[in-house]
């Protein structure tokens, strides 16, 4: 079975523009979430979208947003680029229970820099 | 919130049992302990999860005591492929009909010949 898969890998962009992540889950995985990673701050829940829908959330500014498709799969967008978003983003599916209670398969992250 | 803490990093021998404590004073009723695994490049991966007592699967045993305020994870006969970084979730569903997840920092662990 295929893993998590996340497009881009790699990605620069500037500050005050907006950026579009991608990530396909796991086939039959219905819960995607959505990590931050720096060394500075570690892992940080963004959000988790289960049936098209959010259904959590991490402390993040309104420029962090998502969506997921009919097939599960899922995108994220930050506007207004800032500096301090230069991070790997990490995309992890699971069956369905959620994010705290359920085991999570990560993709490879696509890794941010903002210049 | 629960606070998740860990050591920074740890070193060990081939065939040693490694610990790795993880604290978390806070934890609510409804929170969960996860451990994660992972390799430079590479996205997190699943180790072992529990809620009390001890868990034991075919990779790790999780100790958690009674009061909960703690969890260690133990890594039986470690090898050279075990040097990774660990890390401990604490989550659950809160009042707010969400969750809260809070991961500690990291614990770096260099298995060494």
């Known amino acids: 079975k295929a893993g998590v898969t996340q497009t881009p890998r790699y990605l620069i962009k500037t500050r005050g523009q907006q950026v579009t992540l991608s990530c396909s889950p796991i086939s039959g995985h219905r819960s995607v979430s959505w990590y931050q990673q720096t060394p500075g701050q570690g892992l940080q829940f963004l959000f988790e979208?289960?049936?098209?829908?959010?259904?959590n959330k991490g402390n993040f500014p309104g420029r962090f947003s998502g969506r997921q498709f009919s097939n599960s799969r899922s995108e994220m967008n930050v506007s207004t680029l800032e500096l301090g978003d230069s991070a790997l983003y990490l995309c992890a599916s699971s069956l369905a229970k959620g994010t705290a209670t359920d085991e999570q398969y990560f993709g490879p992250g696509t890794r941010l820099t903002v210049t | 919130l629960a606070k998740t803490t860990q050591p920074i990093s740890m070193d060990s021998y081939e065939g040693q049992e490694v610990n790795i404590t993880c604290s978390h004073n806070?934890?609510?009723?409804?929170?969960?302990i996860t451990w994660y695994q992972q390799f430079p490049s590479q996205g997190p991966r699943f180790i072992i999860q529990g809620y009390k007592t001890k868990v034991t699967n075919e990779v790790a045993s999780l100790f958690i005591p009674a009061d909960r305020k703690s969890s260690t994870l133990s890594l039986p006969r470690v090898s050279l492929s075990d040097t990774a970084v660990y890390y401990c979730?604490?989550?659950?569903?809160?009042?707010?009909?969400?969750?809260?997840?809070?991961f500690g920092k990291g614990t770096s662990l260099l298995v060494t010949p």
């Open positions: 979208y289960f049936s098209e829908t959010q259904r």
């Open positions: 979730l604490v989550g659950g569903p809160n009042s707010n009909s969400g969750y809260a997840l809070n």
């Open positions: 806070n934890i609510a009723t409804n929170d969960y």
